[in-house]
């Protein structure tokens, strides 16, 4: 079945510093796959997606591309504020026959921003 | 812009008691989804509608069961709660398409 696994946090760093957090995909189909980010107490924000192979999501300095040979879709920053403390869900849609765009999506990762 | 509404934000009952939760899609969205997320956990789906009818199911207990209306609102009925079902269930909308709005979440507390 399709899963979404994403590298586990906390992950700290300075301001200013350069963030990647690593995300692969399992999935039968050709997903849509996105980016999602929690602040505290608060829902679910779509920060990026892109919907086929090579195509790349970009919002508020964040980027991530759709690699389908690795099945990646790993998100960076150049130079990350302590405002982007939250926690990043990377997550993927694949609508099969009779069925939704529901999301799948993989178990989050904190980032913690220092100043 | 108008954005997904869901109510109550917070909700508080007792074991073995019953929850509605409401959600208003954005306008012309005729899509619903819901999802429910544990305390430390990722969003699990349970449940979705398109055009008032059932369109997909996920791991939604028996207990709980869903309708999407004719103003293509959405609501959750929840019975014999349990200490398990606290929880954030967000809701969400789309216009039929990949990658939707989700709502701000009603933040479940049973006791």
């Known amino acids: 079945g399709n899963s979404v696994t994403q590298m586990e946090g906390p992950v700290t760093l300075s301001e200013e510093a350069f963030l990647t957090i690593n995300c692969t995909y399992t999935a039968t189909g050709y997903p849509s796959l996105f980016w999602y980010v929690q602040y505290p107490g608060e829902g679910l924000q779509l920060l990026l997606k892109?919907?086929?192979?090579?195509d790349k999501g970009s919002n508020k300095g964040f980027e991530a591309t759709y690699r389908k040979e690795t099945t990646s879709f790993h998100l960076e920053k150049g130079s990350v504020q302590v405002s982007d403390s939250a926690v990043y869900f990377c997550a993927l849609s694949d609508r099969e026959e009779d069925s939704s765009y529901k999301l799948i999506f993989g178990s989050g990762t904190r980032l913690l921003v220092r100043p | 812009a108008a954005g997904v509404i869901q109510s109550p934000r917070h909700l508080i009952k007792e074991k073995r008691e019953t929850a509605t939760l409401k959600c208003y899609p954005i306008p012309r969205h005729d899509t619903v989804y819901w999802y429910q997320q544990g305390p430390g956990q990722d969003p699990q789906f349970l449940i979705s509608f398109y055009e008032k009818m059932q369109s997909d199911k996920g791991s939604i207990p028996d207990r709980f069961s869903a309708q999407q209306f004719s103003d293509y609102h959405s609501e959750l009925n929840m019975s014999s709660l349990e200490l398990g079902d606290s929880a954030l269930y967000f809701c969400?909308?789309?216009?039929?398409?990949?990658?939707?709005?989700f709502g701000s979440g009603t933040r479940l507390t049973v006791v």
């Open positions: 969400a909308s789309s216009p039929g398409t990949a990658g939707y709005t």
């Open positions: 892109a919907t086929k192979a090579d």
